[in-house]
């Protein structure tokens, strides 16, 4: 099951680096997605297992504190954490989905649809992704944000 760690801390990376803080002021959850470069490799080449025989993420994220590369990304409104580690919560987090779906006509992590309001794909090229998929209700959903025309 996943963690999430919840804080009031003025800066992730200084409340990482003291473990104390004493000044609280931004109510932060960390829900531990990492993205690493291609250093990654040499640095977990570089790592003896902890006592449980294993290697930790945290040795390979504290590598990256140390030599001041670790950034931490805050994720603004609009951003949901869901933990679905049991049958009760996969359960909330699908009727969440669904209310989103049906109430506000918003698809969750519609590739397509990020991608082309990230300025990845053409307006043209997010109606030519919505036509390929037939009579679909997912093709009705491109093919409508094209017609907004909302991209980057």
Known sequence: MPVISIARVLDPILATRRK??????????FAYLYFFDQRIVD?????KPSARGELEITDAINAYLRMGELHVERLGRGFAWLDTGTPDSMLDASEFIRTL?????????????????MGFIS????????RELGKAEYRRYLLAIAAEGFGS
Not at 20 to 29: A, C
Not at 101 to 117: G, L, M, N, T, Y
């Open 20 to 29: 104390i803080v004493t000044r609280l002021l931004t109510f932060v959850g």
């Open 101 to 117: 779906d049906k109430r506000q006509a918003f698809r969750v992590s519609c590739p397509e649809e990020i991608a082309f309001r």
């Open 43 to 47: 640095i977990a080449a570089s790592l």
């Open 123 to 130: 307006r043209d090229d997010l109606e030519q992704l919505g």
